[in-house]
């Protein structure tokens, strides 16, 4: 609960770094990108029949193919990541908007809906924040 209370007393500081953090995920947007790979595989797909047709080698623009599939998979699988990342931000920072009092008892639910994960040292505790904010505690 102290991890918790040391991040409410500090809301006003990390509410600035969450909003960084959500603009700066909200204008890393890659859809144009994805549009320009599909534009390219369409390409490429087009070449290929033609190239298959005239049954010549048409190795490399399958590879170019497979080379453009697997950069637009890995584009979506950041941006999903980032959405994720950023609706975890947003919860924190509701949370932070919401909370003005100190927390006295144990909240399970609260605990679980913020906390990644607890990493427990011989002179310490370290709270990993769902939010990535770490903030260690002294025994």
């Given amino acids: 609960m102290e991890a918790i209370n040391q991040l409410i007393s500090e809301s006003s500081e990390l509410k600035e770094i969450i909003k960084e953090n959500i603009e700066?995920?909200?204008?890393?947007d890659e859809s144009s990108r994805i549009e320009e790979i599909d534009k390219e595989m369409m390409k490429v797909q087009e070449e290929l029949l033609k190239v298959a047709n005239a049954k010549k080698d048409y190795t490399d623009l399958a590879d170019k193919g497979e080379e453009l599939?697997?950069?637009?998979e890995k584009i979506l699988l950041n941006m999903a990541e980032e959405k994720n990342e950023q609706s975890r931000l947003k919860?924190?920072?509701?949370?932070?908007?919401?909370?003005?009092l100190?927390?006295?008892?144990?909240?399970?639910?609260?605990?679980r809906k913020l906390v990644e994960k607890?990493?427990?040292y011989d002179?310490?505790?370290?709270?990993?924040?769902?939010?990535?904010?770490?903030?260690l505690i002294d025994k």
């Fill in 24 to 28: 700066k995920a909200i204008t890393g």
């Fill in 69 to 72: 599939r697997n950069e637009k």
């Fill in 91 to 100: 919860e924190l920072e509701e949370f932070l908007d919401n909370q003005e």
């Fill in 102 to 111: 100190e927390i006295e008892s144990y909240d399970e639910e609260l605990v």
């Fill in 118 to 120: 607890i990493v427990v």
């Fill in 123 to 135: 002179e310490m505790l370290k709270v990993i924040f769902k939010s990535g904010i770490e903030i």
